[in-house]
């Protein structure tokens, strides 16, 4: 019988200790009824997720960079023949030159690299990652604030929580629980291509912490009076933190500071 494998603290591994996770994610990933094309996952460990996500697949690419786990992978997979198991580090990959889904339970460690790669995939079309809790609540609002990358990639990407995951449903039990971030790209984004530069801009300036508060910074680049108009427009008191601006608050900030270019 063979031995256990030891679980990696390098590579962050805590695997999915049960199917009805696995198969919630997978549903979660691919909802019932639809099929994905190409599908790319990262980690796929001892394969809980990825037999759970092959039925809902036309090609499912499963990356694991741990040697020890590949074998034991394809041998589990080998009557599968759209699931092919890719023996390497996810983040080495070259995206896809067609539309592409992305789905896995993702060390944390390494969950900012993740997605980091899916947000520069031109041809991805939505990542599903089980992340910390933290995270994931901390990407999508759901602590009442919003992060840089958050508002900055909201033109072009929806991001939503969309399950929460007991700690106890891995194994070895991590210190937190999990969450499920769901990352859409937009099928028509909120601004056009000319806007894009101009838009990462105003977010950094504002981002930037100078002046003290979100309506100082943005004076610093606008008249005081289209600055005063783009709060009014946008239902914003002048004194509201920077963090506490939703991403549609400000796509109304930059409608006014803008509307004259």
Not at 14 to 26: I, P, S, V, Y
Not at 179 to 194: C, D, F, I, K, M
């Amino acid at each position: 019988m063979a031995r256990p494998t030891r679980v990696s603290r390098t590579l962050s591994q805590n695997f999915l200790a049960d199917r009805a996770t696995a198969d919630r994610l997978a549903r979660l990933a691919v909802p019932p009824g639809r099929t994905a094309p190409l599908l790319l996952e990262v980690g796929a460990g001892k394969g809980a997720l990825t037999a759970a996500l092959a039925p809902r697949c036309t090609r499912l690419l499963a990356y694991e960079i741990d040697p020890r786990l590949v074998p034991g992978l394809r041998t589990r997979f080998s009557d599968a023949p759209q699931v092919r198991v890719v023996a390497g580090d996810f983040l080495a990959a070259r995206p896809p030159g067609t539309p592409f889904s992305v789905a896995g339970n993702v060390p944390f460690s390494r969950t900012a690299a993740v997605v980091d790669w899916c947000l520069r995939a031109r041809t991805l079309t939505d990542a599903t990652l089980l992340t910390q809790l933290e995270y994931a609540r901390k990407r999508t609002g759901d602590y009442g604030r919003w992060t840089l990358l958050t508002v900055r990639t909201w033109p072009r990407f929806q991001w939503r929580l969309v399950a929460r995951i007991d700690r106890s449903r891995f194994t070895p039990v991590p210190r937190v629980d999990a969450g499920v971030l769901r990352l859409e790209r937009r099928r028509t984004p909120l601004l056009g291509p000319a806007d894009e530069a101009r838009w990462r801009d105003l977010v950094a300036l504002g981002f930037s912490g100078v002046g003290g508060s979100l309506h100082a910074s943005l004076r610093r680049a606008h008249p005081a009076r289209r600055v005063d108009a783009a709060f009014r427009a946008a239902g914003l008191d002048p004194r509201a933190p920077v963090g506490e601006v939703a991403p549609d608050h400000w796509l109304l900030l930059y409608a006014v500071l803008h509307a004259a270019r």
